[in-house]
């Protein structure tokens, strides 16, 4: 990278400061959309959730599949971005601050799918352990308490690790800003002052968290994946969900960040910062992890159908032959038969539009994964008397629709207010090159540039 | 010792006419669904009959089996949920307190019989029955799982008379809604607790299978199967 670090500055501030017409435009649009959620997520409370699809015995749909969906690309960015900061990957620079933001805002929209699939979501707050007049406390036996303490841990742990490394580019819109727009930043950048001590606090902080959000990303689609490898529900009760639901959940949460990378940089003009090594870097590991993602379902199926156990396999084959085998050969499709040649070619793993053809799939393939994962169960559970189907209505299709809406919305503003690249991680990476020994240089732009 | 309440079912002697589906329904004030929300699955029978089907036609041979919550000793659906809506009492009985019920479904998913039942609209009654209500069992409001609680306030009932008689409880003074009204006395209910009452004696039949027993969750339902002179009589 060629550019002076004030060329930099211009290049990336600039959408804090100008907004065209498309902004407003794809703001009004999307918040629509998210009011239409809302208005959904009201008319179910007023009448309950029977205008839902939702029936016994599929009591969980399209709400819990959310759920897990969202959790699942939440995993991008922080966990993205935490192994890529251990490894000390120089590349991962530009790519660090959008997988971050993607965490914070999945996991919001995440965490309101199970008070919206809540019978009395008002009663939610029994869920939190502090003494009532009621004089119980949770049942801590229970997966959705573990749930609901790993979300909250996680949403704290990415919250935080989005908010320490903006600090320096908070502090320099401030000093770059008057009006308004100083005094916001001069409150959120919390006297920065890039003194040395503070600079020495920072890296020590970030080198803290990263190591530490690591267990708790794992961990938390674990719990995920307990909340129904605890059920003793055929097709559910298997030891290989926690580290099952983990791989998928990095591998749908690298596709959304290849998508909204594509995006920014089309959106921005982040040509010269996100470059064609970025995508191809994570290609590469969206390739591992549809590798992996293959070897866990053909595990999963294969033992299953060796076991023959007969509720089980009334859901192995809804799945393979029966009525939900569309969905689930487009599953297999969409995550591994499309992506997994497309990002093994070098020639088209180099190109920014394949990547994107090769993530889209995987986003929707995840979704469809996390699908058939419940519903196929719960409509097959042991006595074939209470065999049932589930079909979704408007109400729970016009609450998903929204949620990717809301995802759009909330990442839209994000990239008026931060700086959508860590400015100063980017002058590090410039700096430490050029101050390194020649050979130190060469040697990094090897591994830069293939 | 204590009351452990228990059951017995005879698929011998079930004919399969559903007088335990209506006497439940007017005892514990289930609501009605209506044709198209019960298309729907919305349906709520504490207690079905499941019917089977065996061989081709015309040498049709139907089976029918009762299922209302099995009463399990050790339940799924209570160590899932998350406020302890879902608890085993003191005489075993899988009970559901209403108004700790935030309407997680996970116990409806957990349990492997598919006998517990959501309210996904506030209850409602076609006329008349709206006249019939039985005080003793309190309606339960959208958003909240219910379930069969073996008649508990009959239980209760029978447990404060015997205790203002200063007397013991007697086997088969009192019976669930069900138990009551099965016209050809399939079903048996009383104490397990106690070796001599008729439905210990006779959950030790040799005939005695739990459903689903291979899931561990020991039911204190126990169905007596088909004695071999069914299938003698019909050959």
């Not at chain 1, 991008?76 to 971050?100: D, F, H, K, Q, Y």
């Not at chain 2, 207690?47 to 089976?63: H, L, N, Q, S, T």
Request: net charge positive; proline share 6%.
């Amino acid at each position: 990278m060629d550019k002076t670090p004030e060329q930099i500055n211009q290049d990336l501030l600039r959408p804090i400061y100008h907004a065209s017409w498309r902004f407003y435009a794809s703001v009004a649009v999307l918040a629509a959309l998210v009011l239409a959620a809302f208005y959904a997520w009201g008319y179910q409370m007023y009448h309950g959730l029977g205008v839902s699809g939702l029936n016994r015995p599929v009591y969980w749909g399209f709400y819990i599949t959310n759920f897990v969906f969202w959790i699942g690309i939440s995993h991008a960015g922080t966990l993205i971005s935490a192994i890529l900061r251990v490894s000390n990957a120089t590349w991962r620079r530009p790519v660090t601050r959008c997988a971050e933001a993607i965490t914070v805002f999945s996991l919001s929209i995440a965490a309101m799918f199970p008070l919206i699939h809540l019978g009395r979501p008002w009663l939610f707050f029994w869920l939190i352990p502090y003494p009532s007049e009621r004089g119980i406390w949770p049942q801590f036996r229970s997966p959705l308490l573990w749930d609901f303490f790993a979300i909250n841990t996680y949403l704290t742990g990415s919250v935080i690790f989005l908010l320490l490394p903006s600090f320096p580019d908070f502090a320099l819109i401030r000093d770059r800003s008057n009006g308004w727009r100083k005094k916001i930043y001069s409150i959120v950048s919390l006297g920065w002052r890039g003194e040395p001590k503070q600079w020495h606090r920072l890296e020590m902080a970030m080198r803290i968290m990263a190591v530490a959000i690591i267990p708790v990303a794992v961990s938390v689609h674990t719990i995920v994946s307990w909340d129904f490898a605890m059920a003793p529900v055929p097709g559910w009760h298997s030891t290989i969900f926690g580290p099952y639901f983990v791989a998928g959940a990095i591998f749908s949460g690298i596709a959304a960040l290849i998508i909204a990378m594509a995006l920014l940089r089309k959106l921005l003009h982040l040509e010269e910062y996100l470059k064609p090594l970025h995508f191809e870097n994570l290609g590469k590991l969206l390739l591992v992890m549809s590798l992996l993602w293959f070897y866990f379902v053909f595990a999963e199926r294969l033992t299953t159908w060796y076991g023959n156990f007969p509720s089980e396999m009334s859901v192995f084959w809804s799945t393979q032959l029966g009525r939900f085998s569309p969905l689930f050969w487009t599953m297999v499709f969409c995550n591994f038969i499309i992506p997994a040649p497309i990002l093994a070619i070098k020639s088209l793993r180099s190109k920014i539009g394949w990547t994107v053809v090769a993530a889209v799939p995987i986003v929707i393939g995840m979704w469809l994964e996390r699908f058939l994962i419940i519903v196929p169960a719960l409509s097959h559970k042991y006595l074939p008397y209470a065999y049932g189907t589930y079909r979704p209505t408007w109400v729970e299709i016009t609450i998903t629709i929204g949620t990717f809406a809301g995802m759009g919305l909330l990442y839209l503003i994000f990239s008026r207010v931060f700086p959508i690249i860590s400015i100063w991680e980017l002058k590090l990476g410039m700096q430490r090159k050029a101050e390194a020994a020649p050979e130190l240089a060469s040697q990094e732009a090897a591994t830069e540039q293939p | 010792m204590g009351h452990r309440w228990g059951m017995v079912i005879d698929e011998d002697r079930c004919t399969g006419c559903e007088a335990c589906v209506v006497a439940c329904h007017a005892e514990n004030n289930i609501a009605t669904a209506g044709d198209k929300e019960a298309a729907r699955g919305r349906v709520k029978h504490w207690i079905r009959i499941e019917r089977y089907y065996e061989g081709d036609f015309p040498d049709v041979k139907v089976k029918f089996r009762p299922v209302l919550c099995q009463q399990c000793d050790a339940a799924p659906c209570e160590p899932v949920c998350p406020t302890y809506a879902s608890y085993h009492n003191p005489e075993g009985l899988n009970a559901q307190i209403y108004n700790r019920c935030i309407g997680t479904r996970y116990c409806g998913n957990a349990c492997p019989y598919t006998v517990r039942f959501f309210n996904f609209f506030n209850p409602v009654w076609d006329k008349p029955l709206n006249l019939q209500l039985n005080p003793d069992v309190s309606e339960r409001s959208v958003g909240i799982m219910e379930k069969c609680t073996f008649c508990i306030e009959r239980i209760k009932a029978a447990e404060i008379k015997a205790q203002a008689e200063k007397r013991e409880l007697r086997d088969g003074q009192f019976n669930p809604a069900c138990v009551q009204s099965c016209p050809t006395g399939a079903m048996v209910f009383g104490d397990l607790n106690d070796p001599a009452s008729r439905v210990s004696r006779l959950s030790r039949s040799d005939r005695g299978t739990k459903l689903l027993a291979e899931l561990g969750t020991y039911p204190k339902v126990t169905y007596l199967k088909r004695g071999a002179w069914h299938n003698g009589q019909n050959a």
